[in-house]
Antibody
Framework: QVQLVQSGAEVKKPGASVKVSCKAS????????VHWVRQAPGQGLEWMGR????????GYPEKFHGRVTMTRDTSITTVYMELTSLTSDDTALYYC???????????WGQGTLVTVSS | DVVLTQSPLSLPVTLGQPASISCTSS???????????LTWFQQRPGQSPRRLIY???ARDSGVPDRFSGSGSGTDFTLKISRVEAEDIGVYYC?????????FGQGTRVEIK
């Protein structure tokens, strides 16, 4: 079955960077884009961008431009999301999500908690 | 950015009774091919979101038929015909037609 398994929780200091991984299995990796969505504690969902797994091309909303980078390694069917210049506002659960191919999202990873604290 | 406005934000329900959540978009969610695309997710406490409905009204595999989606253009609705205890959680609508993709604020469904 389709699975997206993410790396474990991280604690970072303000100003640092974090890189979260997402291992995909159960389907042809390069047939589906992968997105990242985050959720601050007790808050709603926020879309961070997506990567085209076949080409490696990534796109991000203006809010995250210059701070987020999405990459992939097709040999190990893994997608990465790196976020730099962390502040306490970046404390959140970060989810990788497979594109549903109908302008939506279908399968979600289990989430990775990133805590930014001095 | 496209703003999705959900109402209500909190929905106390009685088990066995119907429930309805509205999602209104600031722009049309109809593509050039004439099809509308609006997705509904359910997030149970402590879990990742789960897709329930896509393309306005298509139900995902394994989703009970008490869930239904409807709407067109800018106004969409998620209905639960008879609420069960396992339906408790937060429901989000989402659009992926316009960049950046956006979510509604979420509607918390709880038992009265």
């Amino acid at each position: 079955q389709v699975q997206l398994v993410q790396s474990g929780a991280e604690v970072k200091k303000p100003g640092a960077s974090v890189k979260v991984s997402c291992k995909a299995s159960g389907y042809t990796f390069t047939d589906f884009y992968v997105h990242w969505v985050r959720q601050a504690p007790g808050q709603g969902l926020e879309w961070m961008g997506r990567i085209i797994t076949k080409s490696g091309e990534a796109g991000y909303p203006e809010k995250f431009h210059g701070r987020v980078t999405m990459t992939r390694d097709t040999s190990i069917t893994t997608v990465y999301m790196e976020l730099t210049s962390l502040t306490s506002d970046d404390t959140a659960l970060y989810y990788c999500v497979r594109d549903g191919r109908t302008w939506d999202l279908d399968q979600w990873g289990q989430g990775t908690l990133v805590t930014v604290s001095s | 950015d496209v703003v999705l406005t959900q109402s209500p934000l909190s929905l106390p329900v009685t088990l066995g009774q119907p429930a309805s959540i509205s999602c209104t978009s600031s722009q049309s969610l109809v593509r050039s091919d004439g099809n509308a695309h609006l997705t509904w997710f359910q997030q149970r406490p402590g879990q990742s979101p789960r897709r329930l409905i896509y393309k306005v009204s298509a139900r995902d595999s394994g989703v009970p038929d008490r869930f239904s989606g409807s709407g067109s253009g800018t106004d969409f609705t998620l209905k639960i015909s008879r609420v069960e205890a396992e339906d408790i959680g937060v429901y989000y609508c989402m659009q992926g037609i316009h960049w950046p993709w956006t979510f509604g604020q979420g509607t918390r469904v709880e038992i009265k």
